[in-house]
């Protein structure tokens, strides 16, 4: 049997990718540690606007800290289910990138307005819903497993309930304010342009059941010694030509993401994907 390359990009059917295993790896033991002695990693590791220039690197490692079990357990759940579909579309580079940048809100908004530390990836986190929303807006999500719910109306439920937090609800234990900075900077970043490369603004609203076609690449190697194998014999130099454009676009998938693609590409791939479906 031979090796297929397939690549895909449906909303919540993808596989654990690898940056989303590495943060949950790395919450997930960073929070075993902590158990330790909680106070002594949450007093040098957490965020706190009057220590910042003291343990600037608060910034960063706040994020990787949990109160609770469930804290860190809702989420890992929502990085678990909606990290891989956006890490598959943009690519690793992008997605860790984008992930931080978001954490870092949380600590800006937090900085200003909020005087007491905070913990958590939670502004990650939410980030990292409103790309998926802003990706696949009519996705459904099932709250508590019952409820479906959009995902453009969950992350616009989210945004209302952190700004009332922020406003009215001090003193109640959560991070409002990294919640909603999380999600502020998440929406600038991605209509803002702020990328590290093109394409990962170009969220997009694709077709969320689409499938690339697979293509072996053994076949390609054999035609290339001029041993064609019996399924390709009889094939024009126009399908040769296609086969190596569709193999360049697939290796371009692989080393840049979904959203480093051309209209013209994806169009193509389509078209590929279809005759694939009605052979």
Same mark, same amino acid.
């Given at each position: 049997?031979?090796?297929?390359? #397939?690549?895909?990009?449906?909303?919540?059917?993808? +596989?654990?990718?690898?940056?989303?295993?590495?943060?949950? *790896?790395?919450?997930? /033991?960073? %929070?075993?540690?902590?158990?330790?002695? #909680?106070?002594?990693?949450?007093?040098?590791? !957490? @965020?706190?606007?009057?220590?910042?220039?003291?343990?600037?690197?608060? *910034?960063?490692?706040?994020?990787?800290?949990?109160?609770? *079990?469930?804290?860190?357990?809702?989420?890992?759940?929502?990085?678990?289910?909606?990290?891989?579909?956006?890490?598959?579309?943009?690519?690793?580079?992008? @997605?860790?990138?984008?992930?931080?940048?978001?954490?870092? +809100?949380?600590?800006?908004?937090?900085?200003?307005?909020?005087?007491?530390?905070?913990?958590?990836?939670?502004?990650? *986190?939410?980030?990292?819903?409103?790309? @998926?929303?802003?990706?696949?807006?009519?996705?459904?999500? $099932?709250?508590?497993?019952? %409820?479906?719910?959009? !995902?453009?109306?969950? /992350?616009?439920?989210?945004?209302?309930? =952190? /700004?009332?937090? !922020?406003?009215?609800?001090?003193?109640?234990?959560?991070?409002?304010?990294?919640?909603?900075? +999380?999600?502020?900077?998440?929406?600038? $970043?991605?209509?803002?342009?702020?990328?590290?490369?093109?394409?990962?603004?170009?969220? &997009?609203?694709?077709?969320?059941?689409?499938?690339?076609?697979?293509?072996?690449?053994?076949?390609?190697?054999?035609?290339?010694?001029?041993?064609?194998?019996?399924?390709? #014999?009889?094939?024009?130099? &126009?399908?040769?030509?296609?086969?190596?454009?569709?193999?360049?676009?697939?290796?371009?998938?692989?080393?840049?993401?979904?959203? =480093?693609?051309?209209?013209?590409?994806?169009?193509?791939?389509?078209?590929?994907?279809?005759?694939?479906?009605?052979?």
């Amino acid at each position: 049997m031979r090796h297929l390359r #397939q690549v895909s990009f449906a909303p919540l059917g993808f +596989g654990l990718t690898p940056w989303v295993k590495r943060l949950l *790896i790395a919450n997930t /033991v960073t %929070f075993l540690v902590t158990l330790v002695d #909680q106070d002594f990693f949450f007093r040098w590791l !957490a @965020f706190s606007p009057s220590d910042s220039l003291f343990r600037p690197w608060g *910034i960063v490692t706040y994020m990787f800290l949990h109160g609770d *079990i469930w804290h860190l357990l809702f989420n890992m759940l929502v990085l678990f289910f909606f990290g891989p579909p956006l890490e598959g579309r943009w690519g690793g580079k992008d @997605f860790v990138v984008y992930y931080f940048v978001c954490g870092l +809100g949380g600590v800006a908004l937090s900085f200003l307005f909020a005087p007491y530390w905070i913990v958590g990836a939670s502004a990650a *986190i939410y980030g990292i819903m409103l790309a @998926f929303a802003m990706a696949w807006p009519d996705a459904p999500i $099932y709250v508590w497993g019952i %409820f479906p719910v959009k !995902a453009r109306w969950l /992350v616009a439920f989210l945004f209302v309930v =952190s /700004v009332l937090g !922020a406003v009215g609800a001090a003193g109640d234990g959560v991070a409002h304010f990294a919640h909603l900075g +999380g999600l502020l900077t998440g929406f600038l $970043y991605l209509k803002r342009d702020w990328r590290p490369r093109p394409g990962v603004s170009r969220v &997009g609203r694709g077709r969320p059941a689409a499938r690339v076609v697979t293509l072996p690449r053994e076949e390609r190697k054999g035609a290339s010694a001029g041993a064609a194998p019996p399924e390709r #014999q009889g094939r024009g130099r &126009g399908e040769e030509a296609l086969l190596d454009e569709v193999d360049r676009i697939l290796d371009k998938i692989s080393a840049h993401g979904m959203a =480093s693609l051309t209209p013209e590409e994806r169009r193509l791939l389509d078209e590929v994907s279809r005759r694939h479906r009605a052979n």
